[in-house]
């Protein structure tokens, strides 16, 4: 199923990446798609819990910054960390099975 997905390094989990339109793939290989997707779709709370995790860490560490510097990009870092959880909610609202996904990266 790994050829039907892209590992996404900002994301930190594998997104739909189909290399033909949807209708193309037979009824096994489709069934076999979404359910690797819906595996994935399922760790995505992990993983936003896990980037929470780490917003937390962050936030402690900049109530306790002094330099403005440092503070500017734990501000930075957090931002950056929570558009990545905004995405991954994203994916997990919106594409709820393959098929409609299949549109967005063509």
Known sequence: MDQHFLFNSRLGIPLPALKEHWEEYDLDT??????HWEKIRGSIPDRIAELEKTINIKQAQ???ESNFIRSCELNSEIAELASVIN??????????DIASTEKLHR
Do not use: F, G, K, P
């Open 62 to 64: 900049l109530s306790n």
């Open 30 to 35: 489709q069934h076999a798609i979404l359910l």
């Open 87 to 96: 995405d991954l909610w994203l994916w997990y609202r919106t594409h709820q």
